[in-house]
């Protein structure tokens, strides 16, 4: 059984960095696409990031191109660094992992079974 668990949230100061990360048990992240969605009350959950793992490619939604950073630290640790964060970045933050051989798009929370709990981030202007 999959399981993602994410830490590293708080409140900051815009400008200020915060680095999320996604521990997984059960199951490797190899093989998989692994994501970072965010919702912010009353919208609807959008796509932050993702890594591809065959490849090594990374895709970013546009709000945080540049900003954001994904990373897999090792074969269950997922990571994102955000910097210079803005009030518009406050949402909860989720650990997404795609079904394995999944090559569909990155970028569509449907390709995504596996969720973690999610993690507070408040950026105070």
């Known amino acids: 059984q999959v399981q993602l668990v994410e830490s590293g949230g708080g409140s900051v100061q815009a400008g200020d960095s915060l680095r999320l990360s996604c521990a997984a048990s059960?199951?490797?992240?190899?093989?998989?696409?692994m994501a970072w969605f965010r919702q912010a009350p009353g919208q609807e959950r959008e796509f932050v990031a993702a890594s591809r793992w065959i490849g090594d490619r990374t895709y970013y939604a546009d709000s945080v191109k540049g900003r954001f950073t994904i990373s897999r630290q090792n074969a269950n640790t997922l990571k994102l660094q955000m910097n210079r964060l803005k009030p518009e970045d406050t949402a909860v933050y989720y650990c997404?992992?795609?079904?394995?051989?999944?090559?569909?798009?990155?970028?569509?929370?449907?390709?995504?079974?596996?969720w973690g709990q999610g993690t507070q981030v408040t950026v105070s202007s």
């Open positions: 997404a992992r795609s079904s394995p051989g999944y090559s569909g798009t990155a970028y569509a929370a449907a390709g995504y079974p596996y």
């Open positions: 059960g199951s490797p992240f190899s093989r998989y696409y």
